[in-house]
């Protein structure tokens, strides 16, 4: 029982803590644009292939 005086003030702080990192983030632009990410991926290989068809070196 008395351990639950220690515990839960260490979950509401956990939880407050996780509820400012998400706000930071929502207001920092984080989430802003979750497509173009995912799509990213997809184009980045078609730029590295046509560079290396003009001789440029790939770093």
């Known amino acids: 029982m008395e351990s ?4 839960i ?6 939880v407050a803590l ?17 497509e ?4 990213r991926i997809l184009f980045e290989d078609d730029l590295q292939e046509s560079s290396s068809e003009n ?3 790939e770093r």
């Open 4 to 7: 639950l005086y220690f515990l």
């Open 9 to 14: 003030p260490i979950a509401v702080v956990f």
């Open 18 to 34: 996780a509820i400012k990192v998400f706000f930071w983030a929502v207001n920092n632009g984080q989430y802003d644009d979750l």
């Open 36 to 39: 173009t990410e995912g799509r």
């Open 55 to 57: 001789g440029e070196k």
